[in-house]
């Protein structure tokens, strides 16, 4: 198994600009998550899903969307990318109904410029 | 608001001390998990302890839950070089178990 992959590992974007973070997961989870880690702080909750087609929002959605039209796919929207939004982007994965356990990804490194 | 924060935010050692790292959230939890970070990766899990829990073990991690505190402790004894990491406490939100919740972190570094 993969795990949970993420792409791209490293972005850079010009303020305004949109794009979309990838996360997929092989394990057959039903539970998926993102987080953002800015410099010396923990994670923040953005968005998550408990299933295909259900999605809520987190800590701190705003500036964000997200989607899960599979159970493997939880791609990260920006909508229109700010300098705030700089950060190392996590998803996590976990089969919540029996273990809480978060399987983690490797990252997306994104600088807003 | 961050529903846990941990305590120290970092903390120095040698290699054979025990580390002891704390944990305290602020409303009711269904369970609370601790999870390590090397320096630029993703997190992994290490225990997970549950409300009706007072104290589990793993390896060399022993997790204690005091939920009338609100406090968690995590300690590591015999500590290695390789335990150098961030540790995270993480809690549900009590009345949902769908959101999962990071505390800032402690920093631990073992010397050798």
């Known amino acids: 198994n993969a795990g949970v992959t993420q792409t791209p590992k490293f972005q850079v974007l010009k303020t305004g600009q949109s794009m979309t973070l990838q996360c997929a997961q092989d394990?057959?989870?039903?539970?998926m998550s993102w987080y953002r880690q800015d410099p010396g702080m923990g994670l923040r909750l953005i968005h998550y899903s408990v299933g295909a087609g259900i999605t809520d929002q987190g800590e701190v959605p705003n500036g964000y969307n997200v989607s899960r039209s599979t159970t493997e796919d939880f791609p990260l929207r920006l909508l229109s990318a700010a300098p705030s939004q700089t950060s190392v982007y996590f998803c996590?994965?976990?089969?919540?109904?029996?273990?809480?356990?978060?399987?983690f990804g490797p990252g997306t490194r994104l600088t807003v410029t | 608001s961050q529903q846990g924060e941990e305590d120290p935010q970092a903390l120095s050692i040698q290699e054979g001390e025990n580390a002891t790292m704390n944990c305290s959230y602020k409303?009711?939890?269904?369970?609370l998990q601790w999870y390590r970070q090397n320096s630029g990766r993703g997190l992994v899990h290490l225990i997970l302890?549950?409300?009706?829990?007072r104290e589990k073990h793993s390896g060399r991690l022993r997790v204690t839950l005091d939920t009338s505190k609100k406090s968690s402790s995590l300690l590591i004894t015999a500590s290695r070089a390789a335990d150098t990491a961030s540790y995270f406490c993480a809690t549900d939100a009590g009345t949902s178990y769908d959101k999962v919740i990071f505390g800032p972190g402690t920093s631990l570094s073992v010397i050798p």
């Open positions: 302890i549950r409300s009706n829990e």
């Open positions: 394990m057959n989870h039903e539970y």
């Open positions: 996590a994965s976990s089969r919540y109904t029996t273990s809480y356990e978060q399987y």
């Open positions: 409303t009711s939890i269904n369970n």
